[in-house]
């Protein structure tokens, strides 16, 4: 149980395009969603917190204008990067969790290539 | 909020030895504590938690880990290690009423043949 996918696992891009990563809990109901950053042998950075049907909470320093999310439903998150740039290029991970339960379970993570 | 410490950044160690790894936490409130093991480009994998209860913690692979609050620690321990078992590891803290994560820095665990 608790199993959380992403897709796609990996993508390239052009400068300038938007690319969106799909995040689901695949057997349970995630009321709270999180998204976050890895870069190279680093730590998870938290870009931002989503309730369903709220609107996203962004941590200092992370633009949402850029990083647009959204948590439409109890299974499905969504991070749209816009106009990505090489600089957006990183290891972005979401996790999910159950109302009630204080676990966050992990999806495998996507790695993005802005060229 | 809460903040974590993982001393080691790496940590090198032969197959079938026992490894400790070092996660002490810092909070003014009561806790939850996590540890994760990320393969390499891959998500995060829950190997044990801790909530309440019994201070001695067991997890998937042959892991646990030991809440020790007077030191504020939360070692992760393995009696014997495989060759599998080398990843980087992520300690975790959570407050009982928070919402969010924090995560120390991580540790490389390598085991050598």
């Known amino acids: 149980g608790a199993v959380v996918s992403q897709h796609p696992s990996w993508v390239i891009c052009k400068s300038g395009t938007s690319v969106k990563i799909e995040c689901r809990s695949l057997d349970f109901q995630a009321t709270t969603m999180f998204w976050y950053r890895q870069f190279p042998k680093q730590s998870l950075m938290l870009m931002a917190t989503?309730?369903?049907?709220?609107?996203?909470?962004?941590e200092q320093g992370v633009e949402k204008d850029k990083f647009l999310i959204n948590h439409a439903s109890l299974t499905l998150s969504t991070l749209t990067v816009t106009s990505a740039h090489p600089e957006d290029s990183s290891f972005y991970i979401c996790?999910?969790?159950?109302?009630?339960?204080?676990?966050?379970?992990f999806g495998p993570g996507t790695r993005l290539l802005v060229l | 909020a809460q903040s974590v410490t993982q001393l080691d950044s790496q940590v090198p160690v032969f197959e079938e030895a026992p490894v400790e790894l070092r996660c002490n936490y810092s909070s003014s409130v009561s806790v939850y504590l996590f540890w994760y093991v990320q393969y390499p480009n891959q998500g995060l994998q829950l190997l044990l938690k801790?909530?309440?209860?019994?201070?001695l913690v067991k997890g998937i692979n042959g892991f646990e880990a030991e809440f020790n609050k007077s030191q504020t620690s939360f070692h992760l321990r393995k009696p014997s290690v495989h060759i599998s078992d080398t990843a980087e590891y992520f300690c975790?803290?959570?407050?009982?009423?928070?919402?969010?994560?924090?995560f120390g820095t991580g540790t490389s665990l390598t085991v050598i043949p």
């Open positions: 801790y909530l309440s209860g019994s201070t």
């Open positions: 975790a803290v959570t407050s009982w009423s928070g919402n969010q994560f924090y």
């Open positions: 996790s999910a969790r159950e109302a009630g339960e204080e676990t966050q379970y």
């Open positions: 989503s309730n369903e049907g709220s609107k996203a909470t962004y």
